[in-house]
């Protein structure tokens, strides 16, 4: 009987490690691929609105003024694996000032 128990006890501890890498890493891996699809689908995103990305891929987590009308968004995956900067002149997307994949 015993020896029952402690095979249930190792299963649900290897089945515990499998859902903790997993969510560790397997998970935040595909979030970041996805938001990264997102923006590759869209193509060359100089002369796009920032309503038209943002219609692709959500708002961004931050925005920073540059000068006069020039300002910066960024995206990033809550896992922090992917992480892309868009410049825009106005609400016009200029291009990728900045794009890390982890």
Known sequence: ?????????????????????????????QEARNLQNKFAGMGDLRGKTRAQIEAVVGKPQSWAAIAGTKSSATWNAKSHRYLITLQFDGDICEGVTSEITV
Do not use: A, H, N, Y
């Open 1 to 29: 009987m015993i020896e029952i128990i402690i095979g249930l006890s190792g299963c649900f501890v290897l089945i515990g490690v499998g859902i903790g890498w997993w969510i560790l890493d397997g998970g935040p891996k």
